[in-house]
């Protein structure tokens, strides 16, 4: 099992430009979850899905989108961005039903916007 | 009041110390605690899991939960200069429930 993958690694963008964050995994997990990453911040809740065509806002949602269409994947929609969102953005996933209910995080994707 | 806090350190000690970690948290409804360590420019990797109160032993690593303090400590004895890294503490109220992380102790040991 790859586990959980995000692409890309790194990005810079301009303000106002648009991008979309891609999370995978391969442990048919049914929740998923995005958290932000700033320094001497912790783990920000962005937004999460506990199951396919099922999205919530978490703690941040502001400036940003989910979908779920398949139990894998869960993209990060980002539309005008602004320099408040350079961060470290995290995609992690669980399932619930089993005995340690632990999130997998993947590695990250870390974005600048100038 | 945040949900959970967690000095940042940061934190250094001679290889071989006792490193103890620790956060406090308001919510007393929260059931499980985890310990997540995180490698530079790495993803945030599960380390312990404890449910409820007591303790919990892995190896060099020892969670603790006191319920009635609202406090839980991670333990790393002989720390080895591997250790370096900042580590996590996060709580749940159930199974499927949101996570509250800790901001992170960045902890490096020294040779």
């Known amino acids: 099992n790859a586990g959980v993958t995000q692409t890309p690694k790194f990005r810079i963008l301009k303000i106002g430009q648009s991008m979309t964050l891609q999370c995978t995994q391969d442990m048919n997990h049914n929740y998923m979850y995005w958290y932000r990453q700033d320094p001497g911040m912790g783990l920000k809740l962005i937004y999460y899905s506990v199951g396919a065509g099922i999205t919530d806002k978490g703690e941040v949602p502001n400036g940003y989108n989910v979908s779920r269409s398949t139990t894998e994947d869960f993209p990060l929609r980002l539309e005008l961005a602004a320099p408040s969102q350079t961060s470290v953005y995290f995609c992690?996933?669980?399932?619930?039903?089993?005995?340690?209910?632990?999130?997998?995080f993947g590695p990250g994707t870390r974005l600048t916007v100038l | 009041q945040k949900e959970v806090e967690q000095d940042p350190g940061p934190l250094s000690v001679p290889e071989g110390a006792i490193v103890s970690l620790n956060c406090t948290y308001s919510?007393?409804?929260?059931?499980?605690f985890m310990w997540y360590r995180q490698y530079s420019r790495k993803g945030p990797e599960l380390l312990m899991y404890t449910y409820s109160s007591g303790n919990k032993e892995d190896g060099r690593f020892t969670a603790q939960v006191d319920k009635s303090s609202k406090y839980i400590s991670l333990f790393i004895r002989d720390s080895q200069p591997s250790d370096s890294a900042t580590y996590l503490c996060a709580m749940s109220e159930g199974t499927g429930n949101q996570f509250y992380f800790g901001t992170g102790t960045s902890l490096t040991v020294i040779p």
């Open positions: 992690a996933s669980t399932k619930p039903e089993t005995s340690t209910d632990t999130q997998y």
């Open positions: 919510n007393s409804a929260f059931q499980y």
